[in-house]
């Protein structure tokens, strides 16, 4: 482990001590430079409760207001950050070392596009729906949505504005109050936030920030929320899981992803050269949906190998703070060790390094782009998550084995394809285990608020983005009402008769019986 990440992991570790005060605080570093940029409070269960009690007061009168007035709100917060958007990127992308671009595209840009789109769609996703009753026609079913009440938030450190954003503004057009606990390596930013939501006029109750430590997040289970949302790793999800499993607690679970890339036969050798590259290293690969093995067809593998050296070896590393780079740093010490793990580990069983291979000596928290050749899957970086500026590239001989091997993980997040034929593109597409599949695209379905975006396997469930999301905030309220009167002497009440179980013998014959005639009369009510 390099000087810094040792002192971060230690001053850390130190944190989470008493600070000689009695109030334990989390120190917050820039990963490009190890400068402190501040602290944060590590919140105990008493604050924890506390802050779920004011979020439910917030939530009275708020879930009292109609979806379009939640509406209007939510646009002047979405209003305040775009106006604040350079204070935003700037704390971003010194808190986690993320180039200014990649703080604004790809975590401010995407958390108003969802406001703005649910906003605009929220009214009718929301509104009551009528469901038609196939057989009991004499009575009207209708679907509400009421809000569940105080969602719980917890995050991770890798977009630690926009996954918490992705999924509060959601929460909040449904008529929710919200706990965010944002993650420990990047409290700064989710405080920023809150600083903004109080200036700009929203309910100071209504969104709470708890910081803290994996036990804050533990405290915000226990403490009597409504739902959770949970982005994170695989081991932590099971264990939030669990705690949510428990108290009966519902719950969505974004976890881990192993992107496969495959490179068809007929791919374009240079847009899936440049996908993979800008998949593999944007967020300097701290990408839950990030390009992290690569299957490439042998006619292609060649060709693609070498573009994808070259475009690699073209990276700028570097503080964005100080010039034009591609690729910023490492935001979370620890990921340094794990991809130096998995570099290895493959170059034990004999793949070759093609580019980068190792940190990069110095101040701050930098790993070389690493592009790894003649990988296969005894090798950890082909199966395990790297979540850092890792590719390994593997030959198949055909497409169908490439299939083949991008199911055999046990994650399922997304998957993207490269191919020129895209009814080819979608047929393959159907038969890889992954919540979504992009035809000749890399990652841009992260910010696509129109459709579901979520895993498969242990790469969790439940879905965010999308309009069942919407719903799924809510909890949904069947209300069942006469069309009109069948009268008081129902024959299926109190008391049971021989005439009642004849009568129900013979509408059971009519309605599914010999094609089910009544039935079919029945559709023409
Ligand atoms: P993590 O699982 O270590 O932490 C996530 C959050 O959970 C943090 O806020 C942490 O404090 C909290 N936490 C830890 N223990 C807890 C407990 N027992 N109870 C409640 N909360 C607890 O994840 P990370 O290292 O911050 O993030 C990286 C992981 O997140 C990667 O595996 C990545 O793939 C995943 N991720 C998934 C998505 C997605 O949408 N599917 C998006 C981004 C990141």
Request: include cysteine; glycine fraction near 10%.
């Amino acid at each position: 482990m390099g000087m810094l990440a040792a002192q971060m992991l230690a001053a850390q570790s130190a944190s989470s001590k008493s600070n000689g005060q009695g109030a334990e605080r989390i120190k917050s570093y820039a990963p490009a430079t190890g400068e402190l940029l501040g602290e944060a409070p590590v919140m105990g269960p008493e604050e924890v409760r506390a802050a779920v009690a004011r979020a439910r007061r917030g939530q009275q009168a708020w879930g009292a207001l109609s979806v379009a007035e939640r509406c209007r709100r939510v646009l002047r917060f979405r209003d305040a950050i775009v106006d604040r958007q350079d204070e935003l990127i700037d704390l971003l992308s010194r808190e986690t070392g993320k180039p200014l671009i990649e703080a604004l595209m790809h975590e401010v840009t995407p958390s108003a596009t969802v406001a703005t789109y649910f906003a605009k769609h929220g009214p009718e996703i929301l509104a009551p729906r009528e469901v038609p009753l196939d057989l009991l026609k004499h009575r009207k079913a209708v679907l509400h949505y009421p809000p569940r009440g105080v969602v719980g938030c917890i995050t991770p450190w890798n977009y630690p504005f926009y996954m918490p954003f992705r999924d509060i503004f959601l929460a909040l057009i449904a008529g929710n109050a919200v706990v965010l606990k944002p993650s420990e390596v990047t409290p700064l930013i989710a405080l920023r936030a809150k600083a903004i939501w109080d200036e700009s006029g929203m309910p100071v109750d209504l969104l709470q920030v708890v910081t803290g430590y994996g036990a804050t997040g533990a405290a915000l289970i226990d403490a009597g929320v409504d739902f959770v949302i949970f982005t994170g790793g695989v081991s932590t999800g099971r264990r939030v899981a669990a705690a949510c499993g428990e108290r009966l607690i519902p719950c969505v679970m974004e976890l881990g992803g192993k992107a496969p890339l495959i490179v068809c036969r007929d791919a374009d050798v240079e847009l899936a050269a440049r996908g993979a590259v800008f998949g593999g290293f944007t967020n300097a690969g701290q990408v839950c949906i990030g390009v992290e093995r690569v299957y490439a067809h042998k006619d292609v593998v060649e060709s693609l190998t070498r573009r994808m050296t070259e475009l690699t070896k073209a990276l700028r590393v570097g503080d964005p703070a100080k010039g034009d780079v591609d690729v910023g740093a490492i935001i979370f010490p620890k990921q340094i060790d794990i991809a130096e793990a998995h570099i290895q580990d493959a170059v034990s069983k004999g793949a070759k390094i093609l580019a980068g291979g190792a940190r990069i000596p110095g101040v701050g928290q930098f790993f070389a782009p690493t592009l790894l050749g003649g990988c296969d899957h005894s090798m950890t970086v082909m199966t395990e998550e790297i979540f850092g500026p890792v590719v390994p590239i593997m030959e198949v001989d055909s497409d169908e084995e490439a299939v083949r091997f991008a199911n055999q993980s046990h994650l399922g997040l997304n998957a993207y394809v490269f191919t020129k034929d895209r009814t080819y593109g979608e047929h393959l597409a159907q038969r890889i285990e992954a919540g979504s599949v992009l035809v000749n695209d890399v990652v841009t379905n992260g910010g696509m608020p129109e459709v579901p975006f979520g895993g498969i396997k242990q790469s969790g469930f439940g879905r965010v983005l999308g309009h069942e999301s919407l719903r799924d905030m809510c909890n949904v309220r069947h209300v069942n009402v006469e069309r009109f009167s069948m009268g008081s002497d129902n024959p299926l009440w109190f008391p049971y008769s021989a005439k009642a179980l004849t009568i129900a013998r013979k509408a059971t014959t009519l309605f599914f019986g010999g094609g089910g005639l009544l039935k079919k009369l029945s559709n023409l009510l």
